[in-house]
């Protein structure tokens, strides 16, 4: 229920914007979280197809249940952080939020957030103050029992989760997969339907799917609060937790997403606080140590994460997607209008480095048109070569694999009005370096257990190592080597 203060429509003693938690609603298949900010209420509901959410209570306990609820629902409800709330009341979940869950969350805001600070110009916001005190509790976690398949694989339906299931497959690890839509993205069933696609091209044991309906991504919210620019939410946090249940429902012990060594660094330093601004930071490997550590030792003990990417940069990625090539056409990665609007900054940078490292007559069935000609996309171009005062705030790569790209495609001869600026600005390109620094594979900087980084570090470093070969071949004319995709 809302605040008393904000039910009759008066704004409450404390002073500033006040961001509240409702109880959380559920039912065998469903999780509704609702929450608000002043006396504007919002619902986040997850709808499983194959948990029994009563089921899970009877085996593991209502009150770790309610525990693992008030999780999604304060992750969920730290978009609300966007409207700049000065106090959060907890209500009857404030029974939940332990010491160390202040310590995750505060982690969260600030990291995820930092590029909201950025773009308001206001280095000192932290979040909003708790209204009451951690409880002071130290709850045990629970453990999973181990079903036939101990990995559920995330796929979003993009070239990453393409690559992260191709390379499962190649060192005989079993998975089944695990795919989300979120009505920020449009209707739940054509999202799903991109995601089978690609789903069906591997090899998986079988395909979960959440549906995330949200009422916040379709409200006004700039138009209640008109010195609010930019709206922002822990999307990576949020999937992970709200995955927990399929953990427990069919016995996986492990999560593996795709995301790369490049979210690790991010679009700008500012100057104002030295900090990193990483519109990625979710994706980080910072980031996985955090909850990765926070599930086992507070929800899970059995459970946890990694990124089969992790160790290599998108260089070397879309290098490994070379042997898949007649694949990509099953992907999409576009979050405007899916599959591909081509005129935003991630289809922009995914139509790039696929013209660089693919068949360009493949690349044009999948993204029809010539990118570089496109209006709005000049904007995203120069900000991606570092003309700019910072990268576009999207999940692309790094400068440096931007403009090694470009290379790529002014040697194969593309052209166009981002192609003249590239030209203009780098007559010339020092590839050396690029390649010596993205090409790497660094097995320390990733959670993947032992076991399975033997077997994966081989494969990665063969990719690489013929992605070098590939760029080499391409720079240096031989047109008809490049060409040919081998697979590691």
């Known amino acids: 229920m809302m605040p008393d203060a904000v039910r009759s429509g008066t704004r409450p003693a404390h002073r500033g914007r006040r961001m509240w938690l409702d109880p959380v609603l559920r039912s065998r298949h469903q999780v509704g979280l609702v929450y608000g900010i002043d006396d504007l209420r919002f619902e986040t509901s997850y709808w499983y197809e194959d948990v029994d959410l009563l089921g899970l ?4 306990g209502s009150a770790f249940m309610d ?8 992750l969920e409800a730290g978009k609300l952080v966007s409207l700049r ?16 869950c202040e310590r995750m969350w505060r982690r969260v805001v600030h990291q995820v957030w930092g590029q909201w600070r950025y773009l308001h110009d206001d280095p000192d916001y932290r979040g909003p103050e708790i209204l009451g005190t951690p409880v002071d509790e130290d709850p045990r976690p629970v453990a999973v029992p181990a079903g036939p398949v101990e990995t559920l694989a995330f796929c979003g339906g993009g070239k990453d989760s393409l690559v992260s299931a191709r390379l499962l497959e190649r060192i005989g690890e079993p998975y089944a997969t695990f795919g989300y839509s979120n009505s920020c993205y449009g209707r739940a069933s054509a999202q799903h339907a991109l995601i089978d696609r690609l789903v069906r091209c591997g090899a998986g044991t079988g395909h979960h799917r959440l549906r995330v309906i949200d009422t916040f991504a379709d409200a006004p919210g700039r138009q209640v609060y008109p010195d609010i620019r930019d709206l922002l939410a822990a999307e990576t ?31 700008l330093v500012w100057e104002r606080t030295g900090e990193d601004i990483n519109h990625q930071w979710g994706k980080s490997y910072a980031a996985e140590r955090l909850l990765n550590d926070y599930i086992r030792t ?15 940069y998108d260089t070397a990625i879309f290098n490994l997607l070379r042997p898949d090539q007649d694949l990509i056409g099953a992907t999409h990665s576009c979050n405007i209008a899916k599959p591909w609007c081509g005129r935003c900054p991630k289809c922009a940078y995914v139509w790039l480095n696929f013209m660089a490292y693919l068949d360009t007559e493949r690349v044009r069935q999948t993204i029809p048109g010539n990118l570089f000609e496109v209006e709005e996309n000049q904007r995203w171009f120069y900000e991606m070569l570092g003309l700019g005062e910072h990268t576009p705030f999207e999940c692309i790569g790094q400068i440096e694999e931007v403009r090694l790209a470009f290379e790529l495609c002014r040697c194969k001869g593309l052209t166009g009005r981002a192609m003249d600026l590239y030209c203009r600005h780098f007559p010339t390109l020092d590839t050396g370096p690029i390649l010596d620094r993205f090409l790497t594979v660094d097995m320390a900087q990733s959670a993947i257990p032992a076991g399975l980084a033997e077997r994966l570090r081989p494969v990665l470093e063969e990719g690489a190592r013929q992605g070098r070969q590939y760029i080499t071949d391409l720079l240096t004319g031989d047109v008809s080597s490049s060409l040919s995709p081998a697979g590691p």
Do not use: K
């Open 57 to 60: 209570e009877a085996a593991f």
């Open 67 to 74: 525990r693992l609820y008030f999780h999604m629902l304060i």
């Open 298 to 312: 507070e929800l899970i003990a059995n459970a946890s994460y990694y990124s089969l990417l992790q160790p290599v």
């Open 237 to 267: 946090p949020c999937s992970l937790f709200a995955a927990l249940p399929m953990l427990m429902q069919h016995g996986y012990r492990t999560m593996v997403l795709a995301h790369e060594r490049s979210a690790n660094t991010g679009n």
């Open 85 to 100: 709330p000065a106090a959060l009341d907890l209500g009857v979940q404030a029974r939940w939020y332990t010491p160390a």
